[in-house]
């Protein structure tokens, strides 16, 4: 039975809290999560549990001689080019966690790859899919802001302030040579070019490890990036992400100012959008009955039934999904995107390793 028939059928790479809510989604978006696979056979039935997957594999081998059409990869960053060239050479439709890959040429190859092989080829680059989030994208498209004339804002959180917190991401092997600017700075970055529709074109950055050691090991990736930048349209932004800032949780702030109105997305308060004007500036509140209709496309509950993450990467669950059974929703975050974001983590690791010297940004 053709995909677009049948009750799609999936699997999942990984058993963390990633694993968690990508299983989550693809039950309410109706698929049959029939296996997942942890670090190792013994962790099969773990991985099962935390997905809700029906069983546990006991390896990759195992899940992709399966009959499943979806894998979805929610393991360690370095393993994410073995697991996604495998399981597309199997034939199956990949949504891999961001950074897609932990160099430029890797992501490169890996969207060349689902090209070739004519399988989506998807990165959740979840925050697209807040109704606020479609709602600035579509005032900004229609012109509200007037001229754009700054980017700016943060992603902050402090779940690594402490010496001795450890994670895989820290491990420069297991997560790549940037941990705070792929994991979190890419999301902001990918925000701000989804809802301007411009890119960041040069970009001048430092990085700053504040636990130098943790655990008694060396630690060789930034818990903090600072940078500076300009798009292609020749707006001018800064940004701070820090995985060391007590207090922040997973605060991802977006302000552009325009010289008409001015707009405010707070990840941490998803269902309301800041307007700002010189006169009577306005909180919008995610009300279906006042949403653009891009907006309302992504919206998932009544007004005043609050919406967050989860509702996000439902969505953006459903929106893979349905490209898989042959349509093309907008907005939804392919390979292209993952192999864009790689392109910017580099310009900031080069730029940071050259005494924060402005880098172009190569946009292909
Ligand atoms: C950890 O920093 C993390 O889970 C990221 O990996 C996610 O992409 C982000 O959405 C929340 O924080």
């Known amino acids: 039975m053709s995909t677009s028939a049948r009750r799609l059928r999936v699997g999942i790479v990984g058993g963390g809290f990633m694993g968690r809510v990508h299983g989550r989604s693809a039950l309410v978006a109706g698929a049959q999560v029939v296996g997942a696979i942890g670090s190792s056979p013994e962790r099969a039935g773990a991985a099962a549990d935390a997905t809700g997957a029906e069983r546990g594999f006991a390896d990759l081998d195992e899940l992709l001689a399966a009959d499943i059409d979806v894998v979805h990869v929610c393991t360690p960053n370095d393993t994410h080019l073995p697991v996604t060239l495998a399981a597309l050479e199997a034939g199956k439709h990949v949504v891999c966690e961001k950074p897609l890959a932990t160099s430029v040429q890797d992501a490169a190859g890996l969207h060349a790859a689902a090209l070739e092989a004519e399988r989506v080829g998807v990165v959740p680059?979840?925050?697209?899919?807040?109704?606020?989030?479609?709602?600035?994208?579509?005032?900004?498209?229609?012109?509200?802001?007037?001229?754009?004339?700054?980017?700016?804002?943060?992603?902050?959180?402090?779940?690594?302030?402490?010496?001795?917190?450890?994670?895989?991401?820290?491990?420069?092997?297991?997560?790549?040579?940037?941990?705070?600017?792929?994991?979190?700075?890419?999301?902001?970055?990918?925000?701000?070019?989804?809802?301007?529709?411009?890119?960041?074109?040069?970009?001048?950055?430092?990085?700053?490890?504040?636990?130098?050691?943790?655990?008694?090991?060396?630690?060789?990736?930034?818990?903090?990036?600072?940078?500076?930048?300009?798009?292609?349209?020749?707006?001018?932004?800064?940004?701070?992400?820090?995985?060391?800032?007590?207090?922040?949780?997973?605060?991802?702030?977006?302000?552009?100012?325009?010289?008409?109105?001015?707009?405010?997305?707070?990840q941490e308060d998803p269902d309301r959008l800041w307007v700002g004007r010189r006169a009577a500036s306005q909180l919008l509140t995610r009300d279906p009955a006042t949403l653009s209709p891009p907006a309302a496309r992504v919206n998932r509950l009544p007004a005043g039934h609050a919406q967050g993450y989860q509702d996000a990467f439902d969505s953006f669950v459903a929106d893979s999904y349905a490209a898989v059974r042959g349509d093309r929703p907008d907005g939804l975050p392919d390979f292209a995107a993952g192999a864009r974001s790689a392109r910017l983590i580099d310009a900031v690791l080069r730029s940071a390793a050259a005494d924060s010297a402005w880098i172009t940004v190569e946009n292909s």
């Open 125 to 266: 680059f979840v925050y697209r899919y807040h109704p606020m989030v479609r709602e600035l994208r579509t005032r900004i498209a229609e012109g509200e802001a007037g001229v754009i004339t700054s980017l700016h804002g943060s992603y902050l959180q402090d779940w690594l302030a402490g010496e001795d917190d450890q994670n895989w991401r820290v491990d420069d092997e297991a997560g790549g040579p940037s941990r705070t600017f792929a994991d979190i700075g890419s999301h902001w970055c990918d925000l701000t070019e989804f809802v301007t529709g411009d890119r960041i074109a040069a970009i001048s950055a430092q990085l700053r490890t504040v636990r130098a050691r943790r655990g008694g090991a060396e630690v060789r990736t930034e818990d903090l990036a600072t940078a500076q930048f300009r798009t292609e349209a020749g707006v001018v932004g800064t940004i701070v992400v820090s995985q060391v800032a007590a207090g922040r949780k997973n605060r991802l702030y977006l302000e552009v100012s325009g010289t008409e109105s001015s707009f405010g997305f707070d």
